[in-house]
């Protein structure tokens, strides 16, 4: 599921956002006028005779629109977008493929009419596609399903110009890959079965929707169809006492009234008001998707991130919204607090900060409290993120609350101060109000687990827990597979001391590195650090050697799951080699088959290759910790000369490209990597014997 939400795209994230938005003006406070008269249809009009006092006009009802407007949008024809470069592409790959199977039948010994007559089978092939591409290929949009349900499309074709072509001339891919397997068949051709899978590959659609431009149109159409019927003349009787209600009687009430209150408010309509606070909440929310996008960039990227992050909005917003309603508690109840919290937890102190700052801010459309209240609750969501500290006890997460509340008293203490120049007028309602606002801060501590397993977080809490080298899977480790334990620890050790030179998070990547090797429980002896003695290896393949390597991360990914390890944890696992190359078993492979008859790729880690920093730095530290071991009373210049031909050999092998590890960075790790491995290495005295 998480993959999923990963894989949103960036349309529906800035849908989300506007909901949002919308939502929180849609809370925010509107005085309309009001009508003096009810009425329903059917009814009887109870009040006296209604004589319109000015001009108005008369609505379509919401049923006449939509159905004039659902008439609009079924005879359009949406836009399609025609791609040459696509039909070019298919060509170049009918091209390379076609080649690529000729050349493997004459190596085969296979399809020996097409060797003899490879030009008729490529010109048959060309002309099929061309066949095919006549009119395109359509993908279709979301809105139609199938072909079926549009009666015509108009395409862009090169120079400007626009076709349009009727649904009958139209074909998607799937009846495309049909139409092969019929047409094939029929050929003059011995061997047409020779070209299906060829074609079957190369097959993409290259008419693909146009969604600007058909809603441009679409809405130029509808924007100019009018939702009025009719006017109606000043001194229209419009209702007489104990007259009953028909269909056209209520109508025109329903129009008059929308026009009475608009010319009650002056000017001051309901949208315009609404229209106000959607701006400054759409400026609002818009500075901290700019402030994602610029500072932490993957949070707008992944939506659970995003989710979290904007669920906030939606919660206290609402929360303030209800209890401006629910005389006589105060407003000052809403906890605004938890939310810098809970993010300082997993993200930062100054995502923390900017979030909470933004929600205040939006929270101050909502409530009548005015400037004090953003005032209070800015400067204790300050104090809040500079003394919360990430711990896995108690006593620091009640000091911060106890801070937190003297940052309320306090701040409204200079307030009051302020208007009235002595404490006579101190509220004790409002000072109630910061105490139980504390109270229910506190239910952030037990938040921060369950928040971990609905959004697949993980926070300072749970890796300290995760550290302890008593958890059942590490000492399981330590236990079958002695070596790989140590060399965890190892690992652990130089990964946690690069991260804290960048500032990267250190206690992330030790606990990473504790458990990336675990797949190797599931045949430890397989690995040389747990080997004492013969070689299973030697018993086995080049290739066989290296699935069973390989699938140490494998193993491992099972097993974290198996464990209920956090998906960032488990993300080290997957990434640790990357798509780095088993070296040693591709070498001997090389040995045996010099002629380079055997997929390289197969003696590659199947990655994904790392992005964040630490786990850049855990691939690093991983090599050349086990580099190290090999090195047999190294001096200082072969330790360093090892280190940087690792990470180079990284660089080269395109491991680092998607990392959000800058050269600087790597730089520094570098250095921390030499010194710590010197140390290690360092010379020691001979005893005597």
């Known amino acids: 599921m998480r993959k999923t939400l990963q894989q949103v795209p960036t349309f529906l994230k800035l849908v989300l956002i506007l909901a949002v938005i919308l939502f929180i003006s849609y809370l925010a406070p509107n005085e309309e006028a009001v009508f003096p008269y009810q009425f329903e249809q059917g009814a009887r009009w109870e009040h006296p005779n209604l004589v319109a006092d000015f001009d108005f006009k008369l609505y379509k009802t919401q049923e006449e629109i939509q159905k004039e407007r659902d008439s609009i949008t079924g005879k359009f024809s949406p836009f399609y977008e025609l791609s040459p470069a696509i039909h070019e592409k298919v060509k170049e790959e009918f091209v390379t493929l076609f080649g690529n199977r000729l050349n493997n039948a004459i190596q085969e010994n296979q399809f020996l009419d097409v060797q003899n007559n490879a030009r008729a089978y490529f010109d048959y092939g060309n002309q099929l596609l061309e066949k095919y591409y006549k009119n395109g290929i359509i993908e279709l949009d979301a809105l139609h399903q199938s ?9 862009y074709r090169e120079g400007g110009s626009v076709q349009v072509i009727s649904s009958g001339d139209l074909r998607t891919k799937d009846q495309v890959l049909s139409l092969i397997g019929d047409d094939l068949p029929y050929s003059s051709l011995k061997e047409p079965e020779f070209l299906l899978p060829i074609l079957m590959q190369v097959i993409q659609p290259n008419l693909q929707y146009n969604d600007v431009q058909s809603q441009r149109v679409l809405n130029t159409r509808l924007s100019n169809y009018s939702a009025v019927k009719d006017s109606i003349q000043m001194g229209t009787i419009l209702a007489k006492k104990n007259q009953i209600l028909n269909f056209k009687d209520y109508q025109q009430l329903l129009s008059y009234k929308k026009a009475f209150i608009n010319r009650q408010q002056g000017g ?61 508690l105060s407003t000052y109840l809403v906890p605004l607090c938890i939310v810098p919290i809970l993010l300082k937890a997993f993200y930062n102190e100054r995502l923390a900060l900017f979030t909470h700052t933004i929600l205040v801010l939006v929270a101050s459309f909502l409530t009548k409290l005015g400037y004090e209240f953003t005032f209070i609750q800015l400067f204790a969501g300050i104090v809040t993120v500079f003394v919360y500290r990430d711990s896995k006890d108690w006593k620091a997460f009640f000091l911060t609350i106890g801070y937190m509340l003297a940052a309320y ?12 120049g002595n404490l006579s007028h101190l509220d004790p309602s409002i000072l109630s109000a910061f105490v139980g606002n504390a109270i229910l801060c506190l239910i952030a501590y037990p938040l921060i687990p369950l928040l971990e397993r609905v959004f697949g977080f993980i926070s300072a809490i ?228």
């Open 147 to 155: 072909e079926a349900q549009l009666s015509s499309i108009s395409v």
């Open 409 to 420: 008293g306090l701040a409204y203490l200079g307030l009051s101060l302020i208007k009235e």
């Open 268 to 328: 001051r309509s309901f949208w315009g008001i609404w229209i106000g606070y959607f701006l400054l909440c759409f400026l609002l929310i818009g500075a901290l998707i700019a402030y994602l996008l610029v500072n932490d960039r993957n949070y707008f990227i992944s939506l659970r991130h995003l989710l979290f992050i904007l669920i906030w909005f939606v919660i206290f917003p609402y929360l303030i919204y209800f209890m401006e309603g629910a005389a006589p």
């Open 462 to 689: 749970s890796l300290f827990e995760l550290a302890d080298v008593n958890r059942p899977l590490l000492k399981e480790l330590a236990e079958k597979a002695s070596g790989t334990y140590q060399h965890s620890l190892q690992v652990a050790n130089l990964a946690e001391k690069a991260a804290d030179a960048i500032g990267a998070n250190a206690l992330l990547v030790r606990v990473g590195a504790l458990y990336h090797d675990i797949g190797k429980l599931k045949n430890a002896n397989y690995f040389i650090e747990n080997q004492d003695g013969e070689n299973p290896h030697d018993t086995k393949t080049p290739l066989e050697s290296t699935k069973i390597i390989i699938k140490h991360v494998i193993d491992g990914v099972q097993l974290g799951k198996q464990y209920t390890l956090p998906p960032p944890i488990i993300r080290f696992i997957q990434t640790h080699h990357g798509q780095t190359q088993v070296a040693y078993f591709y070498h001997q492979q090389l040995k045996k088959d010099p002629s380079h008859n055997f997929d390289a790729n197969l003696f590659r880690y199947p990655g994904p290759k790392v992005k964040t920093k630490e786990e850049t730095i855990l691939l690093l530290a991983d090599s050349i910790e086990a580099a190290a071991k090999s090195l047999q009373q190294p001096t200082l210049e072969q330790i360093e000369m090892l280190i940087d031909k690792i990470v180079a050999a990284k660089i080269e092998d395109h491991q680092l490209e998607e990392s959000e590890l800058s050269f600087k960075e790597l730089e520094h790790c570098t250095i921390v990597f030499k010194q710590v491995v010197k140390t290690i290495h360092h010379s020691r005295i001979v005893y005597p014997k």
